[in-house]
């Protein structure tokens, strides 16, 4: 992989020869892209899209791997690089580009709204004990389920999924919670309308496939998730409601290795899980009667 050198990390004042006007905006040229409204701030897209670039695999970039990703030219990709770093959002030692703790802060104004993973945290750490196995809270967002509390459990092999995880909700047993709890319209929409994408040969990839594991959901109050997310990834997760009836969260317990079958999983996992659920979300009802209307 070629390092950025001093002509890159250099901002030239005007684009090379022969760029074109895109180019000179910022963007590398590439297929047309999606049809925006007039008050949509593409700058701010573009910052976003390099904070995106960083990521478990790649935690260290350069400038023309930050590029490359992102569909920037190397001066505009420098540009919001610099900015990052004068920020103190990001690092870099002159040819390599991280983030920094503080980047935290912008996802935790989110995370700072929610109610719910404060009130569910002891519960999932005590789940994770009681099983053996990694507990985690998921909200619906868009065709992902959002990670917004992990508890992973105590032993080599233990599940990790880190706090602001994206997953295809099709895929997973979280997921499977949430879309069945989606009103009956819009979880017609979401069939009618997600990338159903193929990740293992256990993943629902159709739309018959995934309506039939949903009214599964909907008729035993509890999804199975076997190896639809990754090959020998075991689960099993359970609505968590406001206290008054409506489905805020999914809470789930995953572990790797062996082949259980449903009706182990179900043995092993359930009735913990139906447990620390209902005791969320009586903490949840309990800070809605509080609170005032």
């Known amino acids: 992989m070629r390092g950025s050198s001093a002509s890159e990390l ?19 040229a ?21 904070i995106r670039a960083f990521g478990p695999d790649h935690p260290r970039l350069t400038l023309s791997d930050v590029a490359r990703r992102t569909g920037l030219t190397r001066s505009a990709a420098r540009r ?3 900015t990052l770093v004068e920020l103190g959002y990001a690092q870099t030692d002159g040819r390599l580009f991280w983030l920094r703790p503080q980047i935290l802060e912008l996802g935790y104004s989110y995370l700072s709204t929610l109610t719910t993973p404060e009130v569910a945290l ?11 196995a990694s507990a985690s809270l998921g909200v619906l967002d868009g065709e992902d389920v959002f990670c ?22 099709h895929a997973c047993s979280l997921g499977h919670v949430l879309l069945a709890a989606l009103p009956v319209t819009q ?21 018959h496939e995934l309506a039939t594991v949903l009214d599964s959901v909907v008729r035993n109050g509890y999804a199975i998730g076997d190896q639809g997310l990754e090959e ?23 572990a790797q290795g062996g082949s259980p079958t449903a009706e182990s999983l179900r043995a092993g996992y359930l009735d913990q899980l139906l447990g620390s659920a209902a005791q969320i979300s009586k903490q949840l009802q309990r800070l809605n009667l509080a609170s005032p209307r």
């Open 122 to 132: 002891p519960y999932l750490e005590d789940l994770a004990t009681a099983v053996s």
């Open 187 to 207: 979880r017609r929409s979401y069939l009618e309308n997600a990338q159903l994408r193929k990740l293992t040969t256990m993943t629902p990839s159709t739309r």
């Open 30 to 50: 590439g297929p047309a892209r999606k049809e925006r409204g007039a008050d949509f701030a593409q700058s701010l897209e573009r910052g976003l899209s390099v």
């Open 80 to 82: 919001f690089l610099l």
């Open 232 to 254: 020998n990834l075991h689960a099993v997760a359970v609505p968590v409601t406001d206290g008054r009836g409506s489905v805020v969260a999914a809470l789930g317990v995953a």
């Open 10 to 28: 250099s901002d030239p004042a005007a684009p090379a020869r022969g760029a074109s006007a895109s180019d000179a905006n910022g963007e590398a």
């Open 148 to 169: 917004v509390a992990h508890v992973s459990a105590k032993r080599m092999l233990a599940v990790r999924i880190p706090v602001g995880t994206r997953l295809p909700a």
